[in-house]
């Protein structure tokens, strides 16, 4: 064989052998196939929990920097359409209630809540939120983990990672792409996450989340807890108001 026809095969095979590593690398392997359906089940077979996270999102400022801001997330849920939040950051408290009708915002330091009709579930509660800036529920999407259009529904790569101690619990590692978005999934022995981290890397700033959580499931709820019954010395206002309200917002 001719020395440049020995190049030309070497050349094709090496070219097919990057092409192949290449899609393996982009695939989603067995194992992380199962976690996302494990994850998936594991959420929706819960009745009624509570869900504790530490959550620190980097967000633009006005000067075109960006900063990481650091709260706590306190979540009780009881699906398909019962919903309550606590959120605290830089000293300012908010509340959020939902009902399976209304949601209610409330500012305990201010005395101060609007109302929104939303008659539905907790997914007409997250495409609300989506499309109201004034309302705040930090990964939220969370909720939607195992249903058709919800997180990592789209995936091109996934793959198991190892073992890692989360807050004193072993979890297991999980690293995810969807287009731009890549996502590093810890889940504990129960199938739920320790934590997760959402990196945007097409954005300007690489913008994300990254979340710990500690779960509390089939938890014992009040009946009235995702409903607010406002005092005396309540005052209902504009969202917006409730939005500006604040010493500091939770992105």
């Avoid at 020995?6 to 695939?27: C, D, F, N, W």
């Avoid at 731009?180 to 810890?186: K, L, N, Y």
Wanted: a negative charge; charged letters at 25%.
């Amino acid at each position: 064989m001719k020395t440049w026809v020995k190049l030309a095969v070497a050349t094709a095979l090496v070219g097919t052998t990057m092409q192949a590593l290449s899609a393996e690398g982009r695939a989603v392997t067995p194992e992380g196939m199962r976690a996302l359906k494990d994850i998936g089940a594991a959420l929706r077979d819960l009745d009624a929990y509570e869900v504790q996270m530490k959550v620190t999102t980097r967000v633009a400022t006005e000067d075109g920097k960006y900063r990481d801001v650091v709260g706590n997330v306190h979540y009780i849920v009881e699906p398909p359409n019962h919903l309550f939040a606590r959120l605290e950051e830089g000293g300012a408290e908010r509340r959020v209630f939902y009902d399976g009708q209304t949601i209610t915002v409330y500012s305990p330091a201010e005395r101060r809540y609007a109302r929104i009709e939303a008659p539905g579930t907790i997914r007409t509660l997250i495409e609300t939120v989506k499309a109201n800036r004034s309302i705040e529920l930090p990964v939220a999407n969370l909720f939607e983990w195992g249903t058709p259009g919800g997180p990592l529904s789209n995936v091109d790569r996934g793959r198991y990672e190892g073992a890692g101690v989360i807050d004193g619990r072993e979890c297991e590692s999980y690293s995810f792409n969807e287009a731009a978005i890549t996502w590093d999934v810890w889940v504990d022995g129960e199938h739920l996450p320790c934590k997760l981290v959402r990196v945007d890397t097409e954005g300007a700033g690489l913008q994300g989340y990254r979340a710990e959580m500690n779960w509390k499931p089939e938890a014992q709820i009040a009946d009235d807890v995702f409903t607010f019954a406002p005092q005396a010395a309540d005052t209902r206002v504009e969202l917006s108001e409730i939005a500006r309200g604040g010493a500091g917002t939770m992105p």
